[in-house]
C-alpha cells in the first residue's frame, strides 16, 4: 500500500531557531516526486518544496531545505531561522507516474513561539 | 499570475438545498481535482479530471455529488441535496499532469446547517 506517515501531530520551535518536520513515506515506484505543502490559518494549501526522486541533491527554497533519503523512504523538512509567519499545518506528499494521485500524510501543525 | 480561483468563499446554507461550488483552474493546466477537507478524515479526493474528462470519481462519497468540467477553464462540483455531513473545506487544484506540483485555490468552506 501506498503510504505517507508524519510522526509528529504536532511541533513547536522557538522564533529564530530550526527545526525538522519528519516524514516517511511506502512505494515500490521508482519514479516519483515528494512535496511539502504548508496550510496556514487562512486554510490556502502552498507548496513549499519539491524533490524528485532520481536526484541526488537535496532541494532547497530559501530557508526551506530537505533531507532526501531515498533506501530509507525519508523526506525531511527543515526550516532554518522560523518565522511567525511559518507557523501553519505541513503536509508530506508523493505523487508516482503511473497513477494520478497525490499520497497525503495527516499533517504536522507547527507552532513558532515568539 | 492568476492561481486556481474558487467560489464561493464560504457558503452556509440549510439541509436539503442545492450547493455548487465553482473553479477555475490554471491556464494551461490540464489536470484537475476537487478534494474535501475535514478534522476527522484529512484531506480526501473526490474526482479527477483529466483534460476535461473525469478519470476517477471514486472519492465521491455517494451519488449526491456530481462534477462537471465543461471546458478547460471551468468545473462546478454540486450536492444535491445537502446535507449536516457535508460540512467541510473544499479544495480544487489543478496541475500541469502527473508528477506535477497541484496548485490549490482558497477552498470553499462549506456549512450545512
Known amino acids: 500500500a501506498q503510504t505517507v506517515t508524519q510522526s509528529q501531530p504536532e511541533m513547536s520551535v522557538q522564533e529564530a531557531e530550526t527545526v525538522t518536520l519528519s516524514c516517511t513515506y511506502d512505494t515500490s515506484e521508482s519514479d516519483y516526486y515528494l512535496f511539502w505543502y504548508k496550510q496556514p490559518p487562512s486554510r490556502q494549501m502552498i507548496l513549499v518544496i519539491r524533490q524528485e526522486a532520481y536526484k541526488q541533491q537535496n532541494a532547497t527554497e530559501n530557508r526551506f531545505s530537505v533531507n532526501f533519503q531515498k533506501a530509507a523512504k525519508s523526506f525531511s523538512l527543515k526550516i532554518s531561522d522560523s518565522q511567525l509567519g511559518d507557523a501553519a499545518m505541513y503536509f508530506c506528499a508523493y505523487a508516482v507516474n503511473s497513477n494520478y494521485q497525490l499520497i497525503w500524510g495527516a499533517g504536522t501543525k507547527l507552532i513558532i513561539k515568539p | 499570475d492568476a492561481g486556481v480561483i474558487q467560489s464561493p468563499r464560504h457558503e452556509v446554507t440549510e439541509m436539503g438545498q442545492e450547493v455548487t461550488l465553482r473553479c477555475k483552474p490554471i491556464?494551461?493546466?490540464?489536470?484537475l481535482f476537487w478534494y474535501r477537507q475535514t478534522m476527522m478524515r484529512g484531506l480526501e479526493l473526490l474526482i479527477y479530471f483529466n483534460n476535461n474528462v473525469p478519470i476517477d470519481d471514486s472519492g465521491m462519497p455517494e451519488d449526491r455529488f456530481s462534477a462537471k468540467m465543461p471546458n478547460a477553464s471551468f468545473s462546478t462540483l454540486k450536492i444535491q441535496p445537502s446535507e449536516p455531513r457535508d460540512s467541510a473545506v473544499y479544495f480544487c487544484a489543478s496541475s500541469l499532469g502527473v508528477l506535477q506540483p497541484q496548485h490549490f485555490g482558497d477552498g470553499t468552506r462549506l456549512s450545512i446547517l
Open positions: 491556464s494551461g493546466h490540464n489536470s
